[in-house]
């Protein structure tokens, strides 16, 4: 009905607006205390910077220069703390592409903006294996398939936190999954990781002997993810629960479509019944090293990741590619706001607030007058 139709939609612009006058005022009021800290004589930048990661390689600062190979990166020839000092946020998914549209999502998302006629840069193009981009304090890397893929590049990225001495990072998994009794399109954000046995550790052959890592998630940043689900707006749900994670996507997860498969459907069925029963929400192939190796590094991880189909109705992924590329933003966005609402929107700071004088008056109507003149950072 045109009527509904149009209230719907004033409602909707009015939302924005609002969405967007909070983000110019929270820009304004950085930049406000931007202009407060210079005439202070930059005060906060002489306090000296440390790495908050615990329990790392007491032998790292002896690399000199350390050299994380897979990135095509070294301390030599790049300058970690300049280059990626002011990094809050590490979000990875499987491939490339997904993550390089990522980039360019999220810059958008929390404004920042690049000269039309540049593109990102690949940052990690020199190591040939995973790409890196950065859009502020955002860096977004692909990891390829599975634990031992995922596990290489997040050595190399809690080396270069390090080197950076990069403060509190938050790192999420974006990606997609087999769903456990949700529907198809589900948002699964997982509780904890656990293997194939149910056990919530990542095991690992160090000399040959069996180390079993603890694969915890970080239950609050798992809440605050959920929460940027609006359940008017956004038409999927969005759960938490369980993830195992395989290191195989067929026969590791129980299906009957592989080159090999040495047991029945009903075999299968128990096995997935028996993890639905188990709160297992998910079937995935990174978690168990992500959550191993972030929090060993006391970095706040999650993982969040769409299911593409739900396991207990069949193996094969017959949805149309439109769908499944509509469905894969869905982590995505409620990444973004997550960066957004943490960026512009601490709890520290009341967007309501008026700036305090003349100088920080001039900031503000300059950014809040015209958003295209807003004082966006350049992307790197
Ligand atoms: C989800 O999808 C990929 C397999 O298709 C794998 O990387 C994962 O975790
Ligand atoms: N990724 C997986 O690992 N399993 C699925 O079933 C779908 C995506």
Request: with cysteine; hydrophobic share 35%.
């Given at each position: 009905?045109p009527?509904?139709n149009c209230?719907?939609?004033?409602?909707?612009?009015?939302n924005?607006?609002?969405?967007l006058?909070?983000?110019?005022?929270a820009?304004?009021?950085?930049?406000?205390?931007?202009?407060?800290?210079?005439?202070?004589?930059?005060k906060?930048?002489?306090?000296?910077?440390?790495c908050?990661?615990?329990?790392?390689?007491?032998?790292?600062?002896?690399?000199?220069?350390?050299?994380?190979y897979?990135?095509?990166?070294?301390?030599?020839?790049?300058?970690?703390?300049?280059?990626?000092?002011?990094?809050?946020?590490?979000?990875?998914?499987?491939?490339?592409?997904?993550?390089?549209?990522?980039?360019?999502?999220v810059?958008q998302?929390?404004?920042?903006?690049?000269?039309?006629?540049?593109?990102?840069?690949d940052?990690a193009?020199?190591?040939?294996?995973?790409?890196?981009?950065?859009v502020?304090?955002v860096?977004?890397?692909?990891?390829?398939?599975?634990?031992?893929?995922?596990?290489?590049?997040?050595?190399?990225?809690?080396?270069?936190?390090?080197?950076?001495?990069?403060?509190?990072?938050?790192?999420?998994?974006?990606?997609?999954?087999?769903?456990?009794?949700?529907?198809?399109?589900?948002v699964?954000?997982?509780?904890e990781?656990?293997?194939?046995?149910?056990?919530?550790?990542?095991?690992?052959?160090?000399h040959?002997?069996?180390?079993?890592?603890?694969?915890?998630?970080?239950?609050?940043?798992?809440?605050?993810?959920?929460?940027?689900?609006?359940?008017?707006?956004?038409?999927?749900e969005?759960?938490?629960?369980?993830t195992?994670?395989?290191?195989?996507?067929?026969?590791?997860?129980?299906?009957?479509?592989?080159?090999?498969c040495?047991?029945?459907?009903?075999?299968?069925?128990?096995?997935?019944e028996q993890?639905?029963?188990?709160?297992?929400?998910?079937i995935?192939?990174?978690?168990l090293?992500?959550a191993?190796?972030?929090?060993?590094?006391?970095?706040?991880?999650a993982?969040?990741?769409?299911?593409?189909?739900?396991?207990?109705?069949?193996?094969?992924?017959?949805t149309?590619?439109?769908?499944?590329?509509?469905w894969e933003?869905?982590?995505?966005?409620?990444?973004?706001?997550?960066?957004?609402?943490?960026?512009?929107?601490?709890?520290?700071?009341?967007?309501s607030?008026?700036?305090?004088?003349?100088?920080d008056?001039?900031a503000?109507?300059?950014?809040?007058?015209?958003?295209?003149?807003?004082?966006?950072?350049?992307?790197?």
């Amino acid at each position: 009905m045109p009527k509904s139709n149009c209230s719907d939609c004033t409602c909707r612009l009015a939302n924005e607006v609002g969405q967007l006058k909070a983000i110019v005022n929270a820009q304004s009021k950085t930049l406000a205390k931007l202009v407060r800290q210079m005439r202070e004589g930059c005060k906060k930048d002489e306090e000296p910077k440390e790495c908050t990661l615990c329990g790392l390689n007491p032998c790292l600062k002896c690399l000199q220069p350390d050299i994380l190979y897979h990135l095509g990166l070294d301390t030599e020839t790049t300058d970690f703390p300049k280059v990626f000092g002011d990094v809050r946020f590490v979000c990875m998914g499987g491939t490339p592409g997904r993550m390089e549209n990522f980039a360019y999502y999220v810059m958008q998302e929390i404004g920042l903006k690049i000269n039309a006629a540049t593109k990102l840069r690949d940052m990690a193009e020199a190591g040939k294996r995973f790409s890196l981009f950065k859009v502020g304090p955002v860096l977004c890397a692909s990891h390829g398939m599975g634990c031992p893929s995922i596990s290489i590049l997040l050595h190399e990225l809690i080396k270069m936190m390090y080197h950076a001495k990069c403060k509190d990072p938050v790192f999420i998994r974006i990606g997609t999954c087999g769903g456990i009794g949700v529907d198809p399109g589900t948002v699964v954000i997982s509780s904890e990781a656990v293997d194939g046995r149910l056990n919530p550790a990542h095991e690992i052959l160090v000399h040959g002997i069996s180390v079993q890592h603890a694969s915890q998630l970080d239950e609050g940043l798992a809440d605050e993810i959920k929460m940027c689900h609006d359940p008017d707006k956004d038409n999927f749900e969005t759960v938490i629960g369980r993830t195992l994670c395989a290191h195989d996507f067929y026969e590791g997860q129980s299906r009957l479509d592989g080159a090999f498969c040495e047991y029945t459907l009903e075999n299968k069925q128990t096995y997935l019944e028996q993890l639905q029963s188990q709160q297992v929400k998910n079937i995935e192939m990174e978690s168990l090293a992500f959550a191993a190796l972030t929090s060993r590094a006391n970095i706040r991880g999650a993982v969040v990741c769409v299911a593409i189909l739900n396991r207990l109705n069949g193996d094969q992924i017959k949805t149309p590619h439109e769908i499944l590329a509509k469905w894969e933003k869905r982590p995505q966005e409620l990444v973004a706001r997550y960066i957004r609402k943490t960026l512009y929107f601490n709890e520290n700071d009341s967007l309501s607030e008026e700036p305090e004088d003349e100088t920080d008056k001039r900031a503000s109507q300059g950014a809040a007058g015209d958003t295209q003149k807003a004082p966006a950072e350049e992307a790197e």
